[in-house]
């Protein structure tokens, strides 16, 4: 059992290792001439104006999270789409994906109820407004 997990840790331990030493090579042969300019914080090509350590809005956020959970949401129809035939068949499926045996309504049936919740969700997201930037 445990030599099965050998090459994983020979790996992460190879790559750490790398890393390791590549950082120490970047600190020992890299330039190290300083500068006040060099030593400013970067903004995005813009010069720094005022504090940094003022209130920044949480709707970014909210709107980042729902979007990932969406899209996570739907990722999950491409393992659906490649097993469709197989769901939709009370029977074995042939050569060429040909379903031997009678067609069922299974695999879309079961598609639709995930696709009515992902509606419901997103209806109850509009609804609480919590895609409006204001």
Not at 19 to 25: E, P, S
Not at 117 to 128: D, H, N
């Amino acid at each position: 059992m445990a030599a099965s997990y050998l090459p994983a840790l020979v790996f992460i331990a190879f790559a750490a290792v790398m890393a390791t030493v590549l950082l120490l090579l970047t600190m020992v042969l890299g330039p190290k001439r300083r500068t006040p300019i060099k030593d400013e914080p970067f903004e995005c090509g813009s010069d720094p104006i005022g504090s940094p350590r003022v209130k920044f809005g949480v709707k970014f956020y909210q709107v980042a999270i729902l979007f990932l959970v969406f899209d996570i949401e739907v990722a999950f129809l491409y393992p659906w789409a490649s097993l469709y035939r197989e769901l939709s068949c009370a029977g074995p499926v042939g050569e060429g994906g040909v379903c031997l045996g009678a067609p069922t309504l299974f695999g879309l049936a079961e598609m639709l109820v995930f696709l009515g919740i992902l509606v419901l969700a997103l209806g109850y997201v509009l609804r609480k407004r919590a895609l409006d930037w204001a």
